[in-house]
């Protein structure tokens, strides 16, 4: 499959709570990334971290990274309703196919006000 | 950052006719292009990759006389749904990387395809 998996496929919080998102990948990676999309919109690209980095952060957004277990995760904390989107991890690769970008299922995210 | 333009960003077309897709970089030049087709709240998927002069690598599945793809120029890439079908409505979105940080890939705003 060219997917990776994100879990939960869907999540419904309340605003101000805390936003989990869960990626897990095939193969190794030079890095991975994390995407929003609003419905019927384009990806807006949130943050990369790198095969050799454990955590990141970017305002209300938190990282991680485990290539031991080739999966990664999304906090946001202090959600807002303006969060709602879909949230897609990406992987990035190098083979002999080339340098390849390659998404996970998504998860979408629903904060209620 | 770069940007990527896509037009149009929406179009509606009968059956059997063609559509073709534009993908642009604005303000950087384009070595690569991919074309990713999303079905309704699913992911991306990968259809295609274009390196500016040469043919495109298509993925497993996807048909190359169906989805013509022309990387003519280092900022122009297009996409030609030949002969659609109502399977075909999709939402096409294109991505570039070249000559900024070589790992980079910027997205096109995607362009809505229904075929009636």
């Known amino acids: 499959s060219q997917q990776g998996e994100e879990d939960p496929q869907a999540l419904s919080i309340q605003e101000g709570e805390n936003a989990t998102m869960n990626c897990s990948y095939k193969?190794?990676?030079?890095?991975l990334q994390w995407y929003r999309q609003n419905s019927g919109r384009g990806l807006v690209h949130l943050i990369l971290i790198r095969s050799n980095e454990r955590e990141k952060h970017s305002g209300r957004l938190r990282v991680t990274l485990d290539t031991s277990k080739k999966s990664s995760s999304l906090l946001i904390t202090a959600s807002r309703a303006a969060d709602t989107a879909s949230y897609f991890c990406a992987s990035r690769t190098s083979n002999n196919a080339g340098n390849m970008l390659t998404f996970g299922g998504g998860t979408r995210l629903m904060v209620k006000p | 950052g770069a940007v990527v333009s896509q037009h149009p960003s929406w179009v509606i077309c009968k059956s059997g006719t063609s559509v073709k897709i534009e993908c642009r970089s604005l303000d950087f030049q384009a070595t690569t292009m991919f074309w990713y087709r999303q079905f309704p709240k699913q992911s991306l998927m990968l259809m295609a990759t274009?390196?500016?002069?040469?043919?495109?690598?298509?993925e497993q599945g996807v048909e190359k006389d169906k989805f013509l793809i022309n990387h003519a120029s280092l900022t122009l890439s297009t996409l030609t749904v030949t002969s659609a079908h109502p399977e075909d409505s999709s939402f096409y979105i294109c991505s570039a990387r070249g000559d900024l940080n070589h790992n980079e890939q910027f997205f096109g705003p995607g362009t809505r395809l229904t075929v009636l």
């Open positions: 193969t190794s990676i030079n890095n």
């Open positions: 274009s390196n500016e002069g040469s043919k495109a690598t298509y």
